[in-house]
């Protein structure tokens, strides 16, 4: 019999990297609106990144 060994990381890292790549995205629109075009570009930056990080490990964990 084959036994599973289940962790948490499965969902918590997945999870944790989308709301970093949230509040990447809502950073966006803010500095978007306001102008400040160095700002809106660090904020893409995250959202892309952390959004790249979630699917990874989601992938690694599951």
């Known amino acids: 019999m084959e036994t599973a060994d289940s962790t948490d990381k499965g969902v918590g890292f997945p999870v944790l990297f989308g ?28 959202a892309m990144i952390a959004a790249s990080l979630s699917i990874a490990a989601y992938h690694q964990y599951s």
């Open 19 to 46: 709301v970093i790549a949230i509040l990447g995205a809502v950073g966006l629109a803010v500095f978007g609106f306001t102008g400040d075009q160095t700002a809106a570009g660090w904020s893409f930056a995250v």
